[in-house]
């Protein structure tokens, strides 16, 4: 059986609009020459079950087999908030 994949609700088009976003990219892809990301939009982030949705569509999207690494090379955060490290802010623990 075949699990099918859905986009998940944070990676929209108008989610470079969104006060709180980032840009996620698969290294594999920029280490191939390639550029493959989405803008998320982190509102629609809740759980560490949302950021891994968003992270498996995006391995499972690029033209790379095997890619399992990312990073987050653009955002659109307020000033006083992006103070500390955007991983830091998207971390569950």
């Given amino acids: 059986m075949t699990t099918l994949l859905t986009k998940p609700d944070s990676i929209h088009r108008n ?3 969104s006060d709180y976003s980032v840009f996620i990219e698969c290294l594999a892809s920029r280490n191939n020459g390639d550029m493959h990301g989405f803008w998320v939009d982190l509102k629609f982030i809740e ?6 949705a968003v992270t498996k569509f995006l ?3 690029s033209d790379q087999p ?3 690494e990312y990073e987050i090379t653009d955002h659109q955060i307020p000033q006083l908030v992006a103070t500390g490290s955007v991983c830091d802010m998207i971390a569950f623990t």
């Fill in 59 to 61: 391995f499972a999207t």
């Fill in 66 to 68: 095997n890619a399992e």
């Fill in 47 to 52: 759980t560490s079950d949302d950021w891994d």
């Fill in 15 to 17: 989610a470079i609009n």
